[in-house]
């Protein structure tokens, strides 16, 4: 039965998520301690499981069409899970690329307090946990609510944005470390964004309503 593919489907998804949001926890913890080993784990241990999800889901998929053709609901939900599969292998290689400039400041002092970047790594997590379980429990609402918090890290990140352009003017050996820093800030906005398009696609699943770019209201 289609049900039962799908519920694997699912399974599978829901284990891609589990090692997306540790390998984001695990970058900031590394970065945070200076921590070079926990970093590379991330992008020599982590990573590769992370590629290999991303086949077994894809693969899983296709033969999912192949042998049953869906269509309406089924469909709509196939072509879901694999959008979130693009967009959980995106959020991982963001994880790695925080890794990497973790790597690079390790050794090196901070050029501030990292105190906002936990904080906007914090939210961009709840997001994607909030994004997945409005997939599994085909909850609209939290969906959409998800969408609504983007603007919050957006407005983190530019203000860590202003804060770095400080620090950099006023004394330019810290520019390298500051443009690290920047990457890292985006990286973590671009995850939120990762997990608004998957809200968005929800919405598409349940109410077959498209609503990127603001589309419902045109």
């Given at each position: 039965?289609?049900?039962?593919?799908?519920?694997?489907?699912?399974?599978?998804?829901?284990?891609?998520?589990?090692?997306?949001?540790?390998?984001?926890?695990?970058?900031?913890?590394?970065?945070?301690?200076?921590?070079?080993?926990?970093?590379?784990?991330?992008?020599?241990?982590?990573?590769?499981?992370?590629?290999?999800?991303?086949?077994?889901?894809?693969?899983?998929?296709?033969?999912?069409?192949?042998?049953?053709?869906?269509?309406?609901?089924?469909?709509?939900?196939?072509?879901?899970?694999?959008?979130?599969?693009?967009?959980?292998?995106?959020?991982?290689?963001?994880?790695?690329?925080?890794?990497?400039?973790?790597?690079?400041?390790?050794?090196?002092?901070?050029?501030?307090?990292?105190?906002?970047?936990?904080?906007?790594?914090?939210?961009?997590?709840?997001?994607?946990?909030?994004?997945?379980?409005?997939?599994m429990n085909q909850d609209e609402k939290l969906a959409r609510t998800v969408c609504s918090r983007d603007e919050k890290v957006d407005g983190l990140r530019n203000q860590i944005t202003?804060?770095?352009?400080?620090?950099?003017?006023?004394?330019?050996?810290?520019?390298?470390?500051?443009?690290?820093?920047?990457?890292i800030a985006n990286n973590l906005e671009r995850i939120a964004d990762l997990s608004t398009n998957i809200c968005e696609d929800v919405v598409f699943m349940i109410e077959a309503k498209?609503?990127?770019?603001?589309?419902?209201?045109?």
């Amino acid at each position: 039965m289609i049900e039962n593919k799908l519920s694997e489907l699912k399974q599978q998804i829901t284990k891609f998520t589990l090692l997306a949001e540790k390998m984001i926890e695990q970058s900031i913890d590394g970065l945070i301690k200076k921590d070079i080993k926990i970093l590379k784990e991330v992008i020599n241990a982590l990573e590769p499981k992370a590629n290999n999800l991303e086949i077994e889901i894809e693969e899983t998929s296709i033969e999912i069409i192949a042998q049953f053709a869906p269509k309406a609901f089924h469909l709509r939900t196939i072509v879901m899970i694999l959008k979130i599969n693009n967009d959980l292998e995106r959020i991982c290689d963001h994880a790695v690329n925080i890794c990497e400039s973790g790597i690079f400041l390790a050794e090196r002092p901070d050029v501030k307090p990292i105190i906002d970047i936990p904080i906007m790594a914090e939210k961009s997590i709840g997001m994607l946990k909030d994004s997945i379980d409005s997939y599994m429990n085909q909850d609209e609402k939290l969906a959409r609510t998800v969408c609504s918090r983007d603007e919050k890290v957006d407005g983190l990140r530019n203000q860590i944005t202003r804060e770095l352009l400080t620090y950099m003017i006023s004394d330019p050996t810290t520019i390298e470390r500051g443009l690290h820093l920047q990457r890292i800030a985006n990286n973590l906005e671009r995850i939120a964004d990762l997990s608004t398009n998957i809200c968005e696609d929800v919405v598409f699943m349940i109410e077959a309503k498209i609503i990127k770019h603001h589309a419902e209201s045109k």
